[in-house]
C-alpha cells in the first residue's frame, strides 16, 4: 500500500501545517480521498462549537471494514493482518493473514445478523485480548451495529451502568481471561451485571479458559456453536452495511471530573481517517512493518493503534494477551524478538514497572528489528524516557511521545519518527490539522512563546468526538462550554521558547493512575456506599510506578475496631462498584474535611497534604474549621 498523506520530511510537515489551517477542507479531503469510499462525501466539513454540532464528510458512503479487509484482500491477502501472542508463551502463537481476518468477520458478522443484530444497535464486548475479541469489533462495523467495548478490569456493576446507559441488549464475552498468573471470571461477573439488566437478549460466549460457567437458556450461545450454525448456512460471505460517515462507529466509557462515565462517540468516517492518517504519519509507517502496541483493546489505545488504524493501512498488528512482567521481566522483548517488532508503542508506567527490574531482563533479546517506540497515556518523566532510549531503543530508535485522549480519536500532539525533532518529556508539536491554543482562567488565549495554560484546541479534526451518547447537553457543557468556541481538553500545558508543547497533566477532578483515566468523584461514590462510610474525598499523588496514586480521606462512623480491616473492606467495596483499577492506594481515617464556609472541600490542601507538602499550604482561613487541618496532617499515611 502506499499512503499518499504520509508526511515524509520537515518542510513537508511545514507546509501540511500550513495548508491545514489556511485550506482545512482541502486538507482532510485530500487525505480521505486515498480511502475506500461508495459515495464520495457531499460536504467536507459542517461545524460549530456551540451547540456543538460536526459533520465530516457528510454524505460520503462506506464501511470501515472495507477499508481495513476487503481492500487490502488482492494485494495483503496472504500478509499477516494479526499476530497473537498468548498469555503463556509455551501456548502456541496466532497469526491471521487478512484472507483470515476477513473470513472469520464475515462470519462472526453473521452471527451476529443470526442472533437478531442490527445496524444501529449497541453491542456491548466484554472479552480478554484474544484475537475474537477484535474480529468481533470488527464484526460489528460490519453490519453497522455501534460497538462498545469494556476493558476486562471493570467491575459487574460498571458494566450494568454502560449497559443502561447505551441500552446494550446484545454481549459478546468469553467464559474467562488469562492475565499473567491471574484467571478473570469474565462470563460470571457479567453473569452479576445482568441481574440488573433484564433487557438484554442474547450474550455470546467464546471459549478461552472453559472454566465452569453457567448458561443462561434462550439468552446465552457458544461463540464456537454460532459459528458451526453459519457455516452450515452455506454462504460464507456477509456483504458491508453501507454507512453514512456520521453514522456511530462505535461507543467508548471514560471518566470525567463528575458523576459516572460518560459515553464518547465516533463516528464512521472521520475516526477512520484521522486514526489511518495519525498512525501512518507517527509512526511513519511503512508497509510490511510489524507494529505492537502493548494497549488493551477496551481502551482508545487499542481501538485506533491496535485495531482501525493499523488494519486500515495494511499493518501487520500484534495483540498480546499478557502482561509486560509474566511470566518475567523480559516478556515484551521476548514478545519484540520473536516476531521482529519494528514498532514499540507501549506506556509510562509500563516501562516505569520494567525499570525497577534492571536490565538484566534484556541481556540475550534481539532487539535490533525496532525502529519507532512510542509513550501514550500519561506524561513520560525524563528518566523513564532515558531509559527507554538507550536500552530498548539502543539509542537509535526515536520515541514519539503521543498525547491524545479518548475524545481525540487519534494522536494530536507528538513528534513524527525522525521527521520532527523529540524532545524528552515534551510532546512536542501538533500534526498537521491540529490547532492548539493555551487560555487562562478567563478564557483569554495566552499568545507567544514559554507560556502555560489550559490546552484547548481551536478548531475541529476528523476524529473529534461527535457526542457524548444519550445526553449531548453533556458533551457541550464537559468540552465546550467551558471556553467559548474551544474544544477544552482537561489538560494543563506548557509551551517553551520553541513553540513545544509539553502536557503537565489533568487540571481538574480526573487522575490518571498507571495510564487509566478515573474521576475523582466516581472513586468517592463507591466509597461512601461502604457501609459506615460518612464522607470522603478523593485526590491523586505522585506514585513511582503509577504516575498517580490514589489517596482516599474517609469519614467513617466511629464504630469500627480495627482500621486496617476496615480498610481492606472499603477497597472490597471499591472494586465491586467501578472495579479492581480504582482501589485507593492509601485511606486515612479523619474526624472532618477541610470544607469553605459554603462546604465546598479544599481539595487543594488536600492534594498537598497528601504529597507531603505540608509546609506550603496556603492561606487556610477562610476554612470552616481550620483545626481539622493540623489533625489530617498528624495522621497522615
Ligand atoms: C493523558 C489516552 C501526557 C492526558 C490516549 C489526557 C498524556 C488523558 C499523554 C487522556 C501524553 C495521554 N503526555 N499526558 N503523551 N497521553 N495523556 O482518554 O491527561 O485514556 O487528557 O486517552 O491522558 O486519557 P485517555
Redesign the pocket.
Known amino acids: 500500500m502506499s499512503y499518499p498523506f504520509k508526511i515524509k520530511s520537515l518542510e513537508a510537515y511545514q507546509a501540511a501545517s500550513e495548508k491545514a489551517v489556511k485550506d482545512p477542507e482541502g486538507f482532510w479531503s485530500d487525505v480521505a480521498g486515498s480511502f475506500l469510499w461508495r459515495k464520495r462525501w457531499d460536504t467536507v466539513l459542517n461545524w460549530n462549537f456551540k451547540e456543538p454540532n460536526i459533520e465530516w464528510f457528510k454524505g460520503g458512503k462506506l464501511n470501515v471494514t472495507e477499508n481495513c479487509l476487503d481492500r487490502h484482500l488482492g494485494t495483503l491477502g496472504n500478509t499477516p493482518a494479526i499476530i497473537w501472542e498468548p498469555n503463556d508463551p509455551e501456548e502456541h502463537h496466532r497469526v491471521l493473514t487478512y484472507r483470515e481476518l476477513y473470513n472469520k468477520v464475515v462470519q462472526f458478522a453473521n452471527v451476529l445478523k443470526n442472533n437478531g443484530v442490527k445496524k444501529g444497535d449497541r453491542v456491548c464486548i466484554y472479552m480478554g485480548m484474544v484475537p475474537e475479541l477484535a474480529i468481533a469489533t470488527l464484526a460489528c462495523a460490519r453490519i453497522g451495529a455501534i460497538h462498545s467495548v469494556i476493558f476486562g478490569g471493570f467491575s459487574a456493576q460498571s458494566i450494568a451502568d454502560r449497559l443502561e446507559d447505551a441500552h446494550a441488549e446484545f454481549i459478546v464475552t468469553c467464559d474467562g481471561a488469562y492475565r499473567g498468573n491471574k484467571e478473570i471470571p469474565l462470563k460470571s461477573v457479567i453473569d452479576d451485571a445482568l441481574v440488573q439488566c433484564r433487557f438484554v437478549k442474547r450474550v455470546i460466549v467464546l471459549t478461552r479458559t472453559r472454566t465452569p460457567i453457567s448458561m443462561l437458556k434462550g439468552r446465552d450461545v457458544w461463540w464456537e456453536d454460532e459459528i458451526k450454525k453459519v457455516e452450515t448456512m452455506g454462504n460464507p460471505d456477509c456483504p458491508a452495511e453501507e454507512m453514512d460517515a456520521e453514522d456511530p462507529l462505535f461507543i467508548l466509557y471514560?471518566s470525567g471530573s463528575t458523576g459516572k462515565p460518560k459515553g464518547v462517540v465516533h463516528t464512521t468516517g472521520g475516526y477512520m481517517v484521522y486514526a489511518t492518517y495519525s498512525f501512518v504519519n507517527v509512526f511513519q509507517y511503512e508497509q510490511g512493518q510489524v507494529h505492537f502496541c502493548t494497549a488493551d483493546i477496551g481502551?482508545?489505545?487499542g481501538h485506533s493503534y491496535i485495531v482501525y488504524g493499523p488494519l486500515c493501512a495494511g499493518a501487520t498488528s500484534v495483540i498480546f494477551e499478557g502482561v509486560p512482567t509474566w511470566p518475567d521481566a523480559g516478556r515484551f522483548w521476548d514478545v519484540v524478538d520473536k516476531y521482529k517488532v519494528n514498532i514499540l508503542y507501549t506506556a509510562p508506567t509500563a516501562i516505569r514497572s520494567l525499570m525497577g527490574f534492571g536490565t538484566a531482563p534484556l541481556v540475550g533479546k534481539d532487539l535490533s528489528s525496532l525502529k519507532v517506540l512510542g509513550?501514550?497515556?500519561?506524561?513520560?518523566n525524563e528518566e523513564a524516557w532515558h531509559w527507554f532510549d538507550e536500552h530498548v531503543g539502543r539509542k537509535r530508535c526515536p520515541i514519539v511521545?503521543?498525547?491524545?485522549?479518548?475524545?481525540t480519536g487519534g494522536i494530536m500532539?507528538?513528534n513524527m519518527a525522525g521527521v520532527t525533532p523529540s524532545k524528552p518529556s515534551y510532546?512536542t508539536l501538533p500534526l498537521p490539522g491540529v490547532q492548539p491554543v493555551l487560555v487562562d482562567e478567563n478564557g483569554r488565549e495566552i499568545e507567544g512563546n514559554d507560556v502555560s495554560g489550559n490546552l484547548c484546541i481551536r478548531f475541529p479534526w476528523p476524529g473529534i468526538l461527535r457526542t457524548t451518547y444519550g445526553d449531548h447537553e453533556r458533551c457541550r457543557q464537559n468540552y465546550f462550554a467551558t471556553y467559548e468556541n474551544l474544544y477544552f481538553?482537561?489538560?494543563g500545558c506548557y509551551r517553551d521558547e520553541k513553540g513545544n508543547y509539553r502536557?503537565t497533566?489533568?487540571v481538574d477532578d480526573?487522575l490518571?493512575v498507571s495510564?487509566?483515566?478515573i474521576g475523582t468523584a466516581e472513586v468517592e461514590n463507591a466509597i461512601n456506599m461502604h457501609a459506615g462510610v460518612v464522607e470522603s474525598a478523593v485526590v491523586g499523588y505522585p506514585h513511582d510506578i503509577k504516575g498517580q496514586g490514589i489517596y482516599a480521606y474517609v469519614i467513617f462512623d466511629n464504630t469500627h475496631e480495627d482500621d486496617n480491616l476496615t480498610k481492606m473492606d472499603i477497597i472490597q467495596t471499591v472494586s465491586r462498584i467501578i472495579g479492581a483499577i480504582a482501589k485507593p492506594d492509601k485511606i486515612q481515617f479523619v474526624s472532618g474535611l477541610p470544607k469553605t464556609r459554603s462546604g465546598k472541600i479544599m481539595r487543594r490542601i488536600l492534594r498537598k497534604i497528601a504529597e507531603g507538602e505540608t509546609g506550603s499550604l496556603g492561606d487556610t482561613s477562610t476554612l470552616l474549621d481550620p483545626s481539622v487541618v493540623d489533625e489530617i496532617i498528624k495522621g497522615r499515611v
Do not use: K, L
Open positions: 471514560t481502551w482508545i489505545t509513550s501514550v497515556g500519561e506524561p513520560i511521545d503521543t498525547w491524545w485522549q479518548t475524545e500532539i507528538s510532546a481538553t482537561g489538560d502536557i497533566g489533568r480526573v490518571n495510564g487509566h483515566r
